[in-house]
């Protein structure tokens, strides 16, 4: 298997960054490149200045650069990387050959030199060399790594060590046993006593695991929980390794426990919060300190349309404009103050990998973090461009409606009025039975456009909310209904947050409602009940099938109603947050329950 082809099989994808002022040449040694090996993937920047903003924006494995560029050369270009990015390979590749530029390069710290040539063998080498460049870097990367974790694991270390001989019953503590079970001091300590430190549920699996040890002389490995005079419970994880003479007898068994409580601890709320986000709907991102992707949760990459590699150690500018990339800058600054809120959301306009830009709301918080030191920033996005076109829908309507209202009131009123007056001069000329039927129409006509106004305009947004007294209201509203010789019967002193003038309007429908469809001496109540209040009356009631239509615009049941007055009364309520239900009253009659009230304070 070839060198190529054994890195192809072992290492990830390959990022390569071509900086070189000849765009042409630029293109075509990235098309060799990609050639030579499926896992290159070649970026082109046309100047060193562009190829620093392209490695902040992603970072790439691997840098070819040209010598000889305008504004800034080969090696200032690299002096400016190492300063940012002091392990990443660089390779000059120019057409400037010359000793002095090559020991120079080389003496500066530059991955490697290579001259540019027509031939293709050169971009094999330069294949060559990119993959050897970015292996050597990766081994090391994972040799540190593997440094940290000995380190670790020294740091760490056991809880204790102990020793038991078979056939004795006491037990040989090193001096980290004998500190983590509260016994400093002391090198021995009777089995039974020893087992006696642990959960009462686990001593006889303990005692089970010693036995089996000695007889099989296997390895075992088990976790128990340590109890401490205090009431403390550490989880001890525990190795027990048998100790085999000549003969293959087990003679002696070794044990060595680690603390793994903050462990357990740790991975049980890390999957608590995995469990918490895996629910979560929004898109959820974590920033480090340096503003790059370190975590994107399975809906941030279905959002926007990237995969998960490439947005990982990028930057937002991956997915946001300038301004909103400034705009989370500055919340952020604001959320580092002292005196700073905790979250911030804000609109943002997300740009996916294709498609037009997503409407969300960006709803960010800082990691938890001592003194100084700064350790990233976590958010959530959520499309909001439904919302915002229901929004938009809605201003619309709304705008129709205030139009149709304005004509109503302006263009349909003025000639009723005409009307009215021509009427009452013809009365006084003349007595005609046809002319107080004409009176009725223009009433009905007057009153017709009274409640489209009212319910064209019922949708907007409420007025200043204030405390208002339903006794006092209510009878207020009652001398203003034509009531015959109905009678209003106040059963409450509640009073509620409202807009006084809407409430004023639902009173005033829900009395000439029931004075309507309740006779002329028809009682209605108004009441208190759990979370609102009810209007009631002793009429003849509303049948179980109707209900469902009482509320519609244009439904009326009477001759002379105009079937706005209940849509009318519906829509105050849900402008106020409330709910409205009807049920029988006590007697018979009709009963509208308005609830979901807060009572006012």
């Known amino acids: 298997m070839s060198e190529a082809k054994a890195l192809i099989e072992t290492e990830e994808l390959i990022q390569v960054l071509h900086v070189d002022d000849q765009a042409d040449f630029a293109d075509l040694t990235a098309t060799f490149l990609e050639r030579a090996d499926d896992r290159f993937t070649v970026e082109t920047a046309s100047s060193a200045d562009g190829g620093l903003e392209r490695i902040d924006e992603r970072r790439p494995d691997c840098i070819v650069s040209d010598y000889n560029m305008p504004g800034m050369n080969g090696l200032e270009f690299f002096e400016a990387v190492r300063e940012r990015y002091p392990d990443l390979p660089f390779i000059l590749f120019t057409g400037k050959g010359s000793e002095t530029i090559a020991s120079e390069a080389l003496s500066a710290g530059v991955t490697d030199y290579l001259q540019k040539g027509s031939a293709t063998d050169r971009y094999d080498l330069l294949a060559n060399r990119i993959r ?7 081994e090391a990367r994972r040799a540190d790594r593997q440094q940290q974790l000995m380190r670790l694991t020294e740091f760490v270390g056991d809880t204790g060590g102990w020793e038991l001989d078979r056939g004795s019953d006491t037990v040989l503590l090193t001096a980290g046993a004998q500190r983590a079970v509260g016994r400093p001091g ?3 300590i009777p089995l039974e006593e020893a087992i006696a430190l642990f959960h009462p549920d ?8 010693l036995t089996r040890a000695f007889e099989t002389g296997e390895e075992l490995h088990n976790t128990w929980r340590l109890q401490s005079g205090d009431g403390d419970e550490r989880l001890i994880e525990m190795t027990i390794t048998p100790v085999v003479e000549s003969g293959g007898r087990v ?3 070794r044990g060595a426990g680690h603390d793994i409580t903050d462990r357990k601890e740790r991975r049980q709320e890390l999957e608590k919060y995995e469990t918490i986000i895996e629910a979560l709907t929004d898109a959820v991102y974590v920033l ?3 503003g790059r992707f370190t975590f994107v949760s399975d809906e941030l990459v279905e959002l926007v349309g990237y995969d998960r590699e490439t947005i990982l150690g990028s930057t937002p500018s991956l997915i946001k404009d300038e301004d909103a990339v400034e705009r989370a800058k500055h919340h952020l600054g604001r959320l580092l103050s002292s005196d700073g809120p905790q979250t911030v959301q804000f609109e943002v306009s997300i740009q996916p990998c294709d498609g037009d830009p997503i409407v969300c709301a960006d709803h960010i918080g800082v990691l938890p973090y001592e003194g100084d030191e700064f350790d990233g920033s976590v958010g959530t996005l959520r499309d909001i461009t439904e919302r915002k076109e229901r929004a938009r829908k809605l201003e619309r309507q709304n705008a129709r409606l205030e139009a149709f209202a304005s004509i109503v009131s302006h263009d349909l009123r003025n000639p009723l009025m005409t009307a009215q007056g021509r009427l009452e001069l013809a ?5 005609s039975p046809h002319l107080d039927e004409v009176g009725d129409a223009v009433d009905r006509c007057q009153a017709l456009i009274d409640d489209l106004l009212a319910l064209a305009r019922s949708g907007n947004s409420l007025g200043t909310t204030e405390p208002v007294t339903l006794s006092e209201l209510a009878e207020e509203c009652w001398r203003t209904t034509p009531s015959a010789d109905a009678t209003l019967a106040v059963e409450t002193d509640l009073t509620i947050s409202a807009d006084r003038s809407r409430l004023q309007q639902l009173f005033e429908n829900l009395f000439r409602n029931a004075v309507n469809h309740g006779g002329s001496e028809v009682t209605v109540t108004v009441g208190k009940i759990a979370d609102g209040f009810y209007v009631a009356d002793d009429g003849a009631g509303i049948p179980d099938e109707k209900r469902d239509d ?13 079937g706005f007055g209940l849509a009318i009364v519906k829509e105050i309520v849900v402008a106020h947050g409330w709910e409205i239900r009807v049920t029988d009253s006590e007697t018979g ?3 509208f329950e308005i609830i979901g009230i807060k009572t006012a304070h």
Not at 132 to 138: D, K, Q
Not at 550 to 562: N, P, Q, R
């Open 132 to 138: 050897n460049a970015v292996r050597t870097r990766r």
């Open 186 to 188: 002391q090198a021995e």
């Open 202 to 209: 686990d001593r006889e699996d303990i005692r089970h695991t």
């Open 251 to 253: 003679t002696k068994l």
């Open 288 to 290: 480090n300190e340096e």
């Open 427 to 431: 009365q006084a000329d003349c007595d």
């Open 550 to 562: 009482i509320f519609e615009a244009g439904y009326s049941t009477a001759d002379d109603g105009t």
């Open 589 to 591: 009659g009709t009963r």
